[in-house]
């Protein structure tokens, strides 16, 4: 059998487990955070590389697939535990490419580079985690080789280091529960094994699936799980990491000379972005809310049933106030995402397939958000539809004419209705000089756009809200809605009061939206 044969068996085999394991691990998941999200992202950190395989031309040679697997591995990394598991890919792949054998001395010295490089990739490691597991894994692997047993060996010392993580990890043991990592990665293990050997996943030991207990274990201090890929040779990743550590925690920065990949903690997603935009390209970008996550697992292992409803409402946008807004108007899911920071399909359809409706309205804010809306609708299935709000104004709107107990597509209707009702501005600042649609801009300009194209240039920000009201405001318009930006300043709040001075028949609804990139966010109705 080829290497590429071989490879793809192994890693379907690894599939095919932590996929039929995926929900168990989630529920089991109590660290770092309680988010839940463990098997989910493992799951999905294989089955990139899995696709990989998949894809690649049947010529490849040993040391083109290792190169393959690897960069699969830390492209589709997902969140802190698919990251490490990214790395003890990497690990298995530097030392199999050049012994490529599947001999148990080659498994042997590839479980410990697997086990050295995710200790290496992790700043302060923890025992009682999926480290623990592959290198107790990787000793077993060493001390068997050659007997013609490693296999049950190396399984069972991961199982024994699975059951004993909580006597490694307080949280663990008080919330009754092993760590979800390393049960993922022994279940990893095990389809693995039965891929290299062409053989059925054997079901897991029963010790191994304990039912978990609701914990209310601390949640994060940071509210947003943020990882991205920075491309390029110009990455400073010890720079990188130094200042990421000052804005959250739970940090991750791996990769090869072409691509790293950086997991972070933190409640700043668009800062930990701009810290690596000077270094190179950013892909693969992916932020998770780890507290609705947290919610989410509590309610799932309380049994409690979620309200019986009609329609849900996803809605794509940037900012804790308006996030706010919009859970108050009945949003059930927001995704975080928008100018610069772009949710994957995979995310939307992942929000979009929550449980308790029996269809769903997505709201994606903004015009780059839309063709992957469209995409997860679609692959969500019937009773999905995308509202076009292409603003968070009108998607804001669009959500006072959401009824949960109206079918999906009467919602749809209704809250496409109001949407197109708004008339959208945003006023940002200049980041250098250029020309935008036929505008000269200099570098600190202020800008005022409406539906996304730039009208109106002028060194202060009053004079470009003066502008946008000649814009925006008609004899028929009866409500402005004003969403301030995380920077919004005095100016701003001075040239809303002048703007409703001089319009004392418009209402001025003004809100704190916290939105990173524009000072002010207006919508007129």
């Known amino acids: ?100 054998d599947a001999s148990e001395a080659s498994l042997a010295r590839a479980l410990r580079a697997a086990s050295d490089a995710a200790y290496r990739a992790v700043r302060q490691p923890v025992e009682g985690t999926i480290l623990t597991v592959i290198r107790e894994m990787a000793t077993a692997a060493e001390a068997a080789a050659g007997s013609g047993r490693q296999r049950a060996a190396v399984l069972a010392a991961g199982e024994r280091a699975v059951a004993q993580t909580p006597e490694l990890l307080a949280v663990l ?66 720079g990188l990491e130094a200042a ?30 701009s ?28 049994a409690v049933a979620p309200e019986q409803r009609a329609t849900d409402v996803v809605i794509v946008l940037q900012g804790d106030g308006n996030r706010r807004i919009a ?14 920071m772009n949710p994957s399909t995979g995310d939307l359809v992942q929000a979009l397939r929550s449980d308790g409706a029996d269809g769903a309205v997505l709201l994606p ?24 709000a292409l603003s968070i104004p009108a998607g804001l709107a669009a959500l006072i004419a959401y009824d949960p107990d109206a079918p999906a597509a009467a919602n749809a209707a209704a809250m496409g209705a109001a949407a197109a009702l708004v008339r959208s501005a945003e006023v940002t600042q200049a980041v250098r000089s250029a020309r935008v649609d036929g505008i000269d801009v200099r570098e600190g300009d202020w800008l005022g756009l409406v539906e996304g194209t730039v009208t109106d240039a002028a060194p202060t920000l009053r004079d470009v809200v003066g502008a946008l009201a000649g814009r925006l405001l008609g004899d028929e318009t009866a409500l402005v809605t004003a969403l301030l930006g995380a920077d919004a300043d005095g100016d701003a709040r001075g040239a809303l009061a002048e703007l409703a001075e001089a319009h004392p028949e418009i209402e001025f609804d003004v809100r704190e939206g916290g939105q990173p990139f524009q000072a002010l966010l207006l919508g007129a109705e």
């Open 275 to 302: 810290l690596a935009t000077a270094m190179g390209g950013i892909a693969a970008v992916e932020i998770a809310d780890m507290h609705g996550q947290i919610v989410d697992r509590s309610r799932r292992l309380q």
């Open 365 to 388: 804010c903004n015009p780059n958000v839309l063709g992957a809306a469209r995409a997860a609708v679609t692959a969500a299935g019937d009773g999905c539809h995308v509202v076009e």
């Open 1 to 100: 059998m080829s290497v590429l044969a071989r490879s793809r068996t192994v890693v379907a085999g690894a599939r095919a487990a932590i996929e039929a394991a995926r929900e168990r691990i989630n529920d089991q998941n109590v660290y770092p955070v309680p988010d839940g999200d463990t098997g989910t992202n493992l799951a999905l950190t294989v089955a990139a590389i899995d696709d990989a395989l998949r894809d690649a031309n049947d010529d490849l040679e040993s040391a083109a697939v290792a190169a393959l697997v690897r960069r699969a591995a830390l492209m589709g990394g997902r969140g802190n535990s698919g990251i490490i598991l990214s790395q003890i890919v990497r690990g298995l792949c530097d030392a199999l490419a050049t012994a490529p």
């Open 327 to 340: 859970e108050s108007l009945g949003a059930r899911r927001v995704v975080v995402g928008g100018q610069t």
């Open 244 to 273: 990421l550590s000052a804005i959250g925690d739970s940090l991750i920065v791996v990769g090869d000379p072409d691509a790293t990949k950086v997991h972070v903690h933190t409640d700043d997603p668009g800062r930990a972005l």
């Open 173 to 238: 043991r008080d919330a009754g529960v092993v760590d979800a990592g390393g049960a993922g990665l022994l279940e990893i293990a095990r389809g693995a094994y039965a891929g290299l050997y062409d053989e059925e996943l054997a079901e897991p030991p029963a010790e191994g699936a304990a039912a978990p207990v609701d914990h209310h274990a601390e949640p994060s201090v940071y509210r947003y799980c943020t990882s991205y890929v920075v491309a390029g040779p110009g990455v400073d990743a010890a």
